[in-house]
């Protein structure tokens, strides 16, 4: 499972996330997978990618929010979360997107 977080430079949720995503799968067992992160510079390498702001999530090249729309735009990003909104996604999202690829995969 390839783990990523794309951001822009200067991104001041891009650290959160990446913390985030790391305890999110600590708590599944699974600590012993990277998490990279990858800065988005231009809209060419945006467009490469499932960017969808930043910071944008993704597994296996997926993005942890289902139905989200990937974007040239070098932007930033908000999620909604049960907690309301937030500049990067929550521990519980990136759990949720984890297990069902996991499922997926099966």
């Keep these: 499972m390839r ?55 993704l597994i296996d090249g997926i993005d942890v929010i289902p139905g989200t729309t990937p974007t040239g735009s070098l932007a930033c990003r908000i999620y909604r979360t049960a907690a309301g909104t937030a500049g990067y996604p929550s521990q519980a999202q990136i759990i949720d997107a984890v297990l069902a690829h996991s499922d997926a995969q099966q």
């Design 3 to 57: 783990i990523e977080v794309l951001s822009i430079d200067d991104c001041p949720n891009s650290r959160i996330a990446a913390e985030e995503t790391a305890a999110a799968l600590a708590s599944l067992g699974l600590s012993a997978i990277p998490v990279i992160e990858r800065r988005v510079t231009s809209p060419a390498d945006a467009a490469r990618t499932a960017f969808a702001g930043s910071p944008t999530v």
